[in-house]
C-alpha cells in the first residue's frame, strides 16, 4: 500500500511526535574536546581561522578543562604546540614536553575528565612532517620507533587513551607493545586508522604550526578517492591492537563511517577537523547560515552515519546547548 493511505508527513506534525520517533540523539557523552596547549603563561590565544578556538598555556588549560568537564563533555585531546622544534621531534617523547606537562595538570585538577593525548611528531618536527625524514622522504619504521616512544611518555605523565594520527605502517603494533611492556596494559589506542590526505585540515595546521615545510602528506595518508582500502586499514589498526578505530575528516566521508559501523564491532570515531568547523563559522559570520543549527546538523549527521564518538572543536559549544 501507499499513498493516499500511507502518509509519512502524519509523524511529522508536532515537535513532540518528532521527538518521539527521532531515531538519533546527540548527548555530552559523544563528544572528545580537541585543545591546543602552548608553552607561556596566562594565555588564551584565539587562532584566527577557528573562531572560537583558543590555544592556552598550562596555567589555563585546566581552567578550561574544567569548564568543559562542567558542560558534560567527558574528552578531551590534547595537541602540544613545543617552543622548540627539531628534525626527529625531540619535543614529542620528551618528560617535560609541553603535552606531558598539559596531560598531568588536568589530570591533577580535572580527575574525572578523560585526557586523551594525538600522538603524532609533526607538532614537533621543524620540517613538519609526522615522521622522521631522510632526503626528502618520510621513513617509516624510524618514525615508529619515535611515535612509540611519544605514546608512552603520554601514558606515564597520565594520558587515558592515546590517539596515534602519524598514519605511519604498524605504529598501533609498535604502540600496544611499548604500552604493554611497561605497565600500560590498561591504556587504551584510539587509531586515527582512516585518516585522509585532506584539504580540510587547513586551519588546524595554522593553529598547531604542523604545515609541511616542504611536499605534502600525501604520501602517508589516504588518497581521499579510495574506499575500499580504509578497510584494510582499520582492519590492520584492529589487529595490531587498537581499541577504537577513528576515520578522519567525517563530513565528507561519512560512507566511510557508515563502513566502519557496518563491519567492525568496536567503537567508531569521527573527526569533524577544523576546515569542517571553520566553513560553518564563515558563512555563519556572512550571515548565509544558522551557524548553530548547521553545526548540531552536522554532528548529527555524523553520529546518525554510524560515529559513537566525535572529536569537534563545537563540542564545548554544542553541549552547552543540549538539554542532557
Ligand atoms: C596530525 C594531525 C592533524 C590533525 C589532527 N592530527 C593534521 C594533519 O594531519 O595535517 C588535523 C585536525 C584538524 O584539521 O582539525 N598530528
Avoid at 602540544?80 to 591533577?108: F, H, L, M, N, Y
Wanted: charged letters at 25%.
Amino acid at each position: 500500500m501507499s499513498f493516499p493511505r500511507d502518509r509519512l508527513r502524519r509523524l511529522r506534525r508536532s515537535e513532540t511526535l518528532r521527538r518521539m520517533v527521532r531515531e538519533n540523539k546527540l548527548s555530552c557523552d559523544d563528544f572528545i574536546l580537541p585543545l591546543f596547549v602552548v608553552e607561556g603563561s596566562g594565555l588564551r590565544e584565539p587562532i584566527v581561522s577557528m573562531p572560537g578556538v583558543y590555544r592556552f598555556s598550562l596555567d589555563q588549560i585546566v581552567d578550561e578543562a574544567k569548564r568543559v568537564a562542567d558542560l558534560g563533555v567527558p574528552a578531551v585531546i590534547l595537541f602540544g604546540i613545543p617552543g622548540q622544534k627539531d628534525a626527529r621531534g625531540s619535543g614529542a617523547d620528551a618528560e617535560d614536553g609541553i603535552t606531558q606537562r598539559a596531560v598531568s595538570a588536568i589530570k591533577a585538577g580535572v580527575p574525572d575528565l578523560c585526557v586523551m593525548t594525538d600522538v603524532c611528531l609533526c607538532e614537533y618536527t621543524d620540517h613538519g612532517h609526522c615522521g622522521i625524514v631522510d632526503q626528502g622522504r618520510v621513513l617509516n619504521d624510524p618514525s615508529v620507533e619515535r611515535l612509540a616512544q611519544t605514546a608512552l611518555s603520554h601514558a606515564r605523565a597520565g594520558a587515558d587513551v592515546v590517539a596515534p594520527s602519524d598514519m605511519m605502517d604498524g605504529r598501533v603494533a609498535a604502540i600496544r607493545h611499548i604500552l604493554d611492556d611497561h605497565d600500560f596494559d590498561d591504556i587504551p589506542i584510539m587509531s586515527y586508522a582512516a585518516k585522509y590526505s585532506s584539504a580540510f585540515y587547513g586551519p588546524f595546521r595554522d593553529a598547531a604550526e604542523s604545515t609541511p615545510q616542504f611536499g605534502d602528506r600525501r604520501a602517508y595518508q589516504m588518497d581521499p578517492p579510495n574506499r575500499r582500502e580504509a578497510l584494510r586499514e582499520m582492519q590492520l589498526d584492529l589487529d595490531e591492537g587498537a581499541d577504537v578505530l577513528m576515520i578522519k575528516p567525517a563530513l565528507a566521508y561519512l560512507d566511510i563511517v557508515a563502513d566502519a559501523r557496518s563491519n567492525f564491532d568496536v567503537p567508531i570515531a569521527a573527526y569533524h577537523v577544523s576546515g569542517e568547523y571553520s566553513m560553518i563559522h564563515a558563512a555563519a559570520e556572512r550571515g548565509w547560515i544558522d551557524g548553530e543549527r548547521a553545526m548540531e546538523e552536522a554532528l548529527m549527521c555524523i553520529k546518525r552515519a554510524g560515529a559513537d564518538l566525535i572529536l569537534s572543536y563545537a563540542a564545548a559549544e554544542v553541549a552547552a546547548r543540549l538539554d542532557s
